[in-house]
Every structure is written in C-alpha cells, then in structure tokens.
DNA sequence: GTCTATAAGAAGATAGAC
DNA sequence: GTCTATCTTCTTATAGAC
C-alpha cells in the first residue's frame, strides 16, 4: 500500500496521498499553477525542482502551495494526465476516420508530431522522470495509458501488413516501439521557433519511414 | 565560474571540484565502486540516489565513499566519460574502414545498438539526467562530445546523398537526430534477455530505415 | 581504506492566524 | 487564499581516530 521509499518526505509523514487531476477541484488558478510547475518540471527535473521554486513562480509562499495541492506529487500527476487524456482522444478521432492504415498511421504520426508543442513541458517530464515516477503506486495509470497506447499503434501496422500495405517482414510491435520514441524524444531538440515545424518534422519523418533512406543504388554490390 | 545552484549540498560548503574520471586515480575498488553507483543511478535517477545507497550497496558507509571521490558528481561523471570515450572510438574505426557511406553508416547503427547491452547503465542515465546534468559547468564536454559525434553521421550522410546512395530530399542533420533518437532510446524498454538481442534490434531498424515500412501498394489511390 | 560522529542546511509538509 | 512559523527528516560532505 506504501509504494517505495518516495522523497522522504518529512513532518508529519504523508505517504502521497490519492488527489488525482480528475477529483481536484478544477480552478483557474489552479491550472495556472500546475503550468508553471510544469514548466520548472521540464526545465530543471521533477526532483530538482522544490515546491519552493514553484511558489516564487507564482509569487506566494510554499506552504500556499498546499491549499491547491497535497503534494507536489500531485502536481506531476495532473501535468501528465491532462497530457495524456489529449492524446488519447485524439488517436481515437484517427482511428474513427474510416481510412486505410497507412492514412492512419500517417495520422498518428502527425498527432505525436503535433503534441510538441501544446504539450512539450508534460512530454519532457515523461521523458525525463517517468523512470523516477513509475515507481510509485499512483502513477500505474501511466502504465496503463502506455499500453493502451501501443495497443492503437500495434493494430493499424498490423492491418496495414494484412492489407499488403506494410511489408510483413517487419515486427509491430517493435517497429510502433521505435516510431514512438522517435517521436517523443524529439522533445529533446525541438525548439518550436526553430528551422522546423512540426508538420515538417512529421513530414520529413513519414517519407522515411515509408519509403526509405536507401535511393536503391549501391557502388559496391550491383554497380 | 560557480555553474547554477546545484544540489544545494551542504556541510562547508563544496562547489562541484574538479576530478576528471581520466585524472583520478584508476584502482580496481574506484571502478567497482562507480558501477555498482551507474546501477543505482540509472535504476532510479541521479538524485534520488544517495551517496548512503551507494555505499550501502558496497557495504560501507557513506563516509567512506569520500577516500574514493571528492563528490557525487564525479562518480556520475566517470560514468558517463567511460561511455563515451569507448562510443567515440568504435565510431572512428568504422570511419576508417574505406567501405561506402550506407555501409558505414550501417556500422555505425549497429555499433550504436551495440553498446545498449555493454554501456546500458550509462546509457540510461544519459538519457533521464542528461538535462539536469548538463546545467553544471564540468559537464561541458558532454555538450562538446554529442557534437562531435552528430558532425560523423552527418557528414556520413551528405557522403551518401553525394554519392547518389540516399535520397536526396531529407535533411541530414534531421536524420541524424531521429536515427540517434531511435537507437540510443531503446535503453528504456531493451531487455538483453528478452525475445530480440541488439543484432535483431539493429537488423531490423537498418531494414526499415533503408527500405521503407510501406510496399508500394495503395489501396486507395493506385487501386 | 574504513568507521565514528557530526556539521550545516535544504527538503516536503503542517497548523493556525489573518 | 495567503502568510508566519516551524517540525522533522534527509542530504552531502568533513575531520580525525583506527
């Protein structure tokens, strides 16, 4: 019922008490916070970042911080939830299209692509502490929503292979697996007013993995 | 000259000193003791771990870990250079082995699925705590080294379109990050005694990444 | 090379006044 | 809804004995 070790909290030991986005009580302000959380989250890590910083942000003292929230567990919960709940609906609008899997897929790809920037803070916490954060019972419905995830993606590459779309040499699950991370993990390079879009970059990333880097010349072999 | 604010440690207050992995002294003790830290890190991040964890884990007390190293920061340090060190050379001899640019860079995917198995911890700990390490000054080298090795694959890929071997309508650069990206990523789900061994995981991503997903078919279009 | 003992402070969280 | 004040525990790191 514990869960693992946590921060060590201290005082009047709190063992992360349940406080899920959803129940919280969805004020203005509270949003607001959580967004500027969420951004010293991306910036500086979960565990570097106090619950000090996160009150000088908004201008209040830390234990103000604890008439919205909790814990600053919770604060973390309600980032990645709001991201992940956007995604999954909108993967379900793709899937909903009537189109072939191929356009589907090519779909999903724009959508990954297409969260960079609406949610880039809650994708860099995801990234960069889901290793930390999984480990503590409330957030197993990361897992859950993860699988769920893969799920979507394996069952459109595998209709693409039965319809002959996809080459049926390939793995799904291991090639949703690398689509996937080659997508999120862009979070860590993209700058939104850079060189590249994120239609671009979706774009860029479709005609590879569609079609290939190879030109089909080779010097050695058939020269 | 002091980097941002750090852990906040305490005591008489050290800023981070400098102690190079190269420039400390290399006992057989120091080298167990910085892999069995490279566990705890990448298994729960590098500030959750504690120097007591550490030194638990080598059945000593924390004290102790201070005849071996002058900080946290240099066991984690040491880590990383010995990966990279190691990364850098496989690159160089596959660059020297006068082959094409598609089998170079062939080479180079396969070294880089290569050292998943080998460097797994490290790899890791690139991954989770790259952006809250790169914040301190002595890390620099780190900037500098993922730098050099973007410059080998982009020019391995310019060769390539060059030579008429890659289509010439992608981005070298952009290729190069979502080829980086998809390997280097896998750390989080690869399981060295799972159903695919890295020569698999390579085999296939190099399939896909020349090829194509796609066969060529449409169904709706070419009909 | 390890232990004992401890410094010095930063952390998350709480209680109650305003 | 915010502040004041504070508790408790954990943290990295040090000094010196053994």
């Known amino acids: 019922m514990v869960g693992v070790t946590t921060r060590k909290n201290s005082g009047t ?3 992360a008490k349940r406080q899920r986005a959803s129940s919280g009580p ?3 302000r509270r949003d607001h916070l959580v967004k500027l959380a969420a951004e010293l989250f991306a910036r500086k890590g979960f565990q570097a970042t106090t619950v000090r910083e996160i009150a000088d942000e ?7 911080l604890y008439h919205h929230f909790d814990s600053k567990e919770t604060i973390v919960d309600e980032v990645l939830s709001t991201f992940l709940d956007d995604l999954i609906a909108r993967y379900r609008a793709a899937l909903d299209s009537g189109k072939d899997a191929r356009d589907v897929l090519t779909d999903m790809v724009r959508i990954g692509f297409g969260t960079l920037e609406p949610h880039r803070a809650a994708i860099t ?4 502490d889901w290793n930390y954060l999984r480990q503590f019972e409330r957030f197993n419905y990361l897992v859950k929503a993860e699988e769920e995830v893969e799920q979507i993606w394996v069952t459109q590459i595998k209709a693409g292979q039965a319809a002959g779309l996809f080459r049926p040499d390939v793995d799904p699950k291991l090639t949703y697996r690398m689509i996937r991370d080659t ?14 879009n994120t239609n671009a970059l979706a ?15 080779r010097t050695t072999q058939q020269a």
């Open 13 to 15: 030991a709190t063992p």
């Open 26 to 28: 969805a004020s203005e």
């Open 58 to 64: 908004a201008g209040i003292l830390s234990g103000s």
């Open 125 to 128: 916490v995801m990234q960069n």
């Open 183 to 196: 997508i999120w993990v862009a979070v860590r390079w993209f700058r939104p007013n850079g060189r590249l």
């Open 203 to 217: 774009d860029h990333y479709i005609t590879v993995l569609f079609d290939g880097l190879a030109t089909g010349e």
